[in-house]
């Protein structure tokens, strides 16, 4: 499953943005789902996942409180709401399907799909 990224853009530090996750033609509610970034000249990184059933989120350390991952009701889209956000949250962030969403860093698999760029920057 190849899901595609959405949402991101230039905002200055304290701002938020929405970003969305959506899988062409395929509702995601029996994928736990994940997000993850890359910064530049950095490895990327599970910051975020979700149940299939939506329960119990997961945040890395440094989006605790800031960060917040939903689901929707039409089951077609995961959402990652940012906070507060940071200049080091500059990153080309992606979703992907995870193996289940249980408290820590979320391994991804299938293939990656075109991220979105968020900067923060004044």
């Known amino acids: 499953v190849q899901l595609q990224a959405s949402g991101g853009g230039l905002v200055q530090p304290g701002g938020s943005l929405r970003l969305s996750c959506v899988a062409s033609?395929?509702?995601?509610?029996?994928?736990?789902i994940g997000w993850f970034r890359q910064a530049p000249g950095k490895e990327r990184e599970g910051i975020s996942c979700?149940?299939?059933?939506?329960?119990?989120?997961y945040y890395s350390d440094s989006e605790k409180g800031r960060f917040t991952i939903s689901r929707d009701n039409t089951r077609t889209t995961v959402y990652l709401e940012m906070n507060s956000l940071k200049p080091e949250d500059t990153a080309i962030y992606y979703c992907?399907?995870?193996?289940?969403?249980?408290?820590?860093?979320?391994?991804?698999?299938?293939?990656w799909g075109q991220g979105t760029q968020v900067t923060v920057s004044s």
């Open positions: 033609g395929l509702t995601l509610d029996f994928y736990a």
């Open positions: 992907a399907t995870v193996y289940g969403c249980f408290g820590q860093e979320p391994s991804p698999y299938g293939s």
């Open positions: 979700i149940s299939s059933s939506g329960t119990m989120p």
